[in-house]
């Protein structure tokens, strides 16, 4: 079970990998790509909810012994981490989700907008490229078939009204300005000379939004980690913008309606009801200092989807009969295939272990 989450997540090795921190070429900290592996592993050693992959608060870093088959649990969080050499996720235990805020995950999966670690949670967990949901009733726009749930133009684009604002503190109104990757404000930037404002940021236009859509509505939660899956103690994204001088990018850049107000100048503040794993899911906030985001929240939405449970199934099924990833390689699964045993891994309380068992011992597979 550990090398087949090794392999299924994409990442492990004996030595733990060494990551920029805070941007800063002489500070660095190391992130194990072991623990979510073990983590996963663990879960279906002991029997227990496989739906704490996504949700679970305590235990999610352990360790695995290769030469005695044992686990040494431990947890993500470490209190006084900034100034350790491996400094956990900084995440407080209620908070804690999984592999969802395990720091080697979302340290293996950093990228420009956080969009990889959105992009890899639905592909490894949902079995399923992006676009990951579809209306009942597509919609032709131009020479585009728009297929997403959500409204057209709900992201940021081009348009009038639909586009993310950037206001230097020391232009006309008080806006929080764009930090830059060596955290300062007062770089040289682009501004619209009619407004005064800063207007590079990313267009998803109409033919982007099927995707984007949903990826704009997850990416923020997971974009406050750093190179190393620490998070931002004020939940200030750590991740950056394509925009020149790689900027950090800011919420108003993947949602519009998430732009800065005047009468606001916290530092983060919140974006209500912003987030969502699916269009017909709950909803939930972005940002604010307090507090971090409802990672569990967000994982038991994730745990209560019908495809992420059988995509547990489905990756068993292909590892079992040697055939190659069903996202990657395309070795798909129809759903009636493993619909048996879906029902009967949640018969089971989500329980891999019994599910593999029966897998291992159907009369299919002892023909095979």
């Avoid at 070795?331 to 068992?357: E, G, I, S, W």
């Amino acid at each position: 079970m550990f090398h087949f989450w090794r392999n299924t997540l994409r990442m492990g090795g004996q030595v733990p990998l060494t990551a920029p921190f805070g941007d800063s070429s002489t500070t660095t900290r190391q992130v194990s790509l072991d623990t979510a592996p073990a983590y996963a592993a663990m879960l279906v050693a002991e029997d227990r909810d496989m739906r704490e992959l996504f949700t679970g608060k305590t235990d999610t870093c352990p360790t695995f012994n290769q030469m005695n088959g044992t686990f040494s649990k431990a947890d993500c969080f470490v209190a006084n981490g900034a100034s350790q050499a491996m400094p956990g996720n900084n995440v407080p235990s209620q908070y804690q989700a999984g592999i969802l805020t395990n720091p080697g995950f979302l340290a293996q999966y950093y990228s420009n907008f956080a969009f990889r670690r959105a992009r890899l949670i639905q592909e490894l967990f949902a079995c399923t490229r992006y676009p990951a949901e579809l209306a009942k009733s597509p919609q032709q726009i131009g020479p585009y078939l728009y297929s997403s749930p959500w409204p057209v133009g709900s992201i940021t684009s081009a348009a009038q009204g639909n586009q993310a604002t950037f206001i230097d503190k020391n232009g006309a109104t008080d806006v929080r300005p764009r930090r830059l990757r060596d955290f300062s404000t007062n770089a040289t930037r682009r501004v619209d000379p009619a407004s005064s404002a800063f207007r590079e940021y990313v267009d998803f236009t109409n033919e982007c939004g099927n995707c984007h859509t949903t990826l704009n509505r997850r990416a923020p939660l997971f974009a406050v980690f750093d190179q190393v899956g620490y998070r931002d103690m004020n939940n200030l994204t750590m991740v950056t913008s394509t925009a020149t001088f790689s900027p950090f990018a800011q919420i108003q850049e993947y949602l519009y309606q998430c732009n800065p107000k005047t009468t606001d100048t916290s530092a983060n503040p919140v974006c209500a009801q912003a987030l969502a794993w699916r269009f017909e899911g709950k909803r939930f906030d972005f940002g604010g200092s307090a507090n971090p985001m409802d990672y569990p929240g967000f994982g038991s939405e994730m745990s209560a989807d019908p495809m992420v449970t059988m995509c547990f199934m489905k990756r068993a099924w292909n590892y079992a009969y040697s055939r190659d990833d069903v996202v990657n390689e395309l070795a798909l699964v129809p759903d009636h295939v493993v619909q048996d045993l879906t029902n009967y891994f949640v018969q089971n309380n989500y329980n891999m272990k019994k599910a593999l068992l029966k897998l291992y011992t159907s009369a299919n597979f002892i023909r095979f």
